[in-house]
């Protein structure tokens, strides 16, 4: 889920981190992985890839299914008796009923608004709505490309452009020490935060496909989808 509007400019509820919490303490990673990609993939609760280097391990145990605790954020959070959240249709009706029926044991209502498939990203981007699903392919991506993409301002996918004195703090740092190791450092900070405060709740990651044959070896390939040409190689087979 792309949690977006976390100060509450089109849906006030997004606004409090105990609902986008309770959210992520609905969902069954491992279940949607298999009903959704039957099993081929990686969960995750993390945005950044292992590549990056802002990878924490840790952070895979922050949000187990806990229907329980996720009725009670709700209802700490004025919501008792639940609530009702509208999102943009995603195109795929498995991935759709199983998170209904997730969320559904928290007490939590997922309305499915039917958008036409070409105006589907445009209105997320455009912030016409609160939250909804995107794949955003970053398990690959360096710590800068995600930081660039989820957390600065301007990024990419921070359409209502959320700020926060701990990634403001994380991006002074990178302006002022842009090696590698700070950069790296930094972006470990803003991977706990966006986690623990549910700016974004990752379900799984995909691994890359490609194709080849015996007679070719490669590898996979650091801040792109598929191997990169000069990766490509005879075995000599």
Do not use: C
Not at 9 to 16: E, F, P, R, S, V
Not at 84 to 110: E, G
Not at 201 to 207: D, G, M, T, V, W
């Amino acid at each position: 889920f792309l949690m977006m509007d976390r100060d509450g400019k089109t849906n006030k509820d997004l606004a409090d981190v105990r609902v986008r919490q309770a959210i992520a303490y609905s969902i069954d990673r491992a279940a949607l992985l298999k009903a959704v990609q039957q099993g081929y993939g990686t969960v995750t609760a993390q945005p950044f890839g292992k590549p990056s280097g802002a990878y924490d391990a840790k952070l895979e145990k922050f949000y187990t299914v806990d229907n329980a605790k996720a009725k009670k954020l709700l209802a700490d959070a004025g919501h008792p008796n639940g609530l009702t959240i509208d999102l943009p249709s995603w195109p795929d009706p498995t991935m759709r009923a199983v998170l209904s029926d997730q969320l559904a044991k928290s007490d939590i209502t997922l309305n499915w608004v039917s958008v036409p498939f070409a105006d589907y990203r445009p209105q997320l981007k455009a912030a016409k709505w609160a939250m909804g699903i995107f794949q955003l392919g970053l398990a690959q991506q360096t710590p800068w490309v995600t930081i660039n993409f989820l957390a600065t301002p301007n990024g990419s996918w921070n359409v209502f452009k959320s700020t926060d004195p701990l990634i403001a703090a994380s991006l002074d740092s990178i302006n002022k020490n842009s090696s590698d190791k700070n950069v790296t450092e930094q972006a470990k900070k803003i991977n706990k935060f966006l986690v623990e405060e549910a700016w974004f709740i990752p379900f799984y990651q995909l691994p890359q496909l490609y194709l080849t044959n015996k007679r070719v070896k490669t590898a996979n390939s650091v801040a792109n989808a598929i191997p990169y040409l000069y990766n490509f190689a005879p075995t000599g087979k």
